[in-house]
């Protein structure tokens, strides 16, 4: 009975030991380094964009004849290491959308810390292409879109999606354990869900009865190192071959994050946000 009793308070301290261990993480990730790794970005001009496709769609009014507007397809800008990002003209607006910490590197462990940087990023292919770069807003204000309804624009660029990230280490082997702890845990209105490989934990909206992701926003955290095997190695090791320094380099990397436990987390800002409008201001 005795021995029992020791096991149970063995067990009873261990998982207050655990516990506390995952508030340090918690509490050491809200002073984390944030870095931002997908943008979703527009801007409307004035005047005619030239053509960066080799098609367009010319939209016109059958009963007058006028000309309403001319779209271009989706262009993948792609760049080196397996990267890309998407372009669009349509009519007078640009949209670019991708990971501007990801585009011509390697890897994207650590990315760029502040829009401006994101946004010089994008700014460089658009140049490239003879597209006008985004510009900060200096105002803001109403106007009647194509459907009659009301809308927020600017003068400047109005950014439509942001996933901000930032890496935490759980220790040697302890990544794993700490998502589960994490899963735990309900995030604002949302409920956890573990994944069932233990990789990878997300929060939903309770609101949603079915369980699918807020349109607000959209939080996980998971395993790094794993991620990269899956996702990474196989495509630098089909490019470049399993050989390669490139292939090398990125097993390293995943051996730095097997030996420091990284876990990801990321928040994507999803397009609700929109009402809220996020602005590159001054």
């Not at 700490?178 to 609101?207: A, C, F, Q």
């Not at 190695?233 to 490139?246: F, T």
Request: aromatic share 8%; glycine share 6%; with cysteine.
């Amino acid at each position: 009975m005795c021995i029992i009793v020791c096991m149970c308070i063995a067990h009873l301290i261990a998982c207050v030991y655990i516990l506390l261990k995952l508030l340090v993480y918690m509490f050491a990730h809200l002073g984390g380094l944030m870095f931002f790794d997908w943008l979703t970005i527009y801007q409307d001009h004035e005047g005619d964009l030239p053509m960066i496709g080799d098609r367009a769609t010319i939209t016109i009014d059958t009963a007058t004849g006028t000309h309403l507007g001319t779209s271009q397809p989706i262009v993948q800008h792609e760049g080196s290491y397996c990267t890309s990002i998407q372009i669009r003209v349509s009519g007078n607006r640009v949209t670019v959308k991708g990971n501007p910490s990801r585009i011509n590197r390697l890897d994207n462990l650590f990315g760029l810390t502040s829009l401006d940087e994101c946004v010089a990023v994008y700014n460089r292919v658009l140049i490239s292409l003879g597209l006008p770069p985004f510009t900060k807003c200096t105002r803001v204000f109403h106007r009647a879109n194509e459907a009659d309804r009301v809308e927020v624009t600017s003068d400047g660029a109005m950014i439509q999606e942001l996933h901000i990230t930032s890496n935490r280490s759980a220790g040697q082997g302890c990544a794993d354990d700490y998502i589960r702890g994490l899963s735990t845990l309900r995030y604002r209105y949302m409920e956890p869900r573990l994944h069932t490989n233990g990789k990878t934990v997300d929060w939903l909206s309770v609101r949603n009865h079915e369980g699918r992701a807020s349109s607000l926003m959209y939080p996980s955290v998971y395993n790094k190192a794993f991620e990269m095997a899956l996702h990474l190695l196989p495509k630098i090791s089909k490019k470049y071959g399993p050989a390669s320094v490139e292939a090398d380099y990125v097993r390293d990397l995943i051996k730095y994050c097997e030996l420091n436990g990284v876990v990801r987390f990321e928040q994507k800002l999803k397009s609700k946000f929109r009402s809220c409008r996020y602005l590159v201001t001054n």
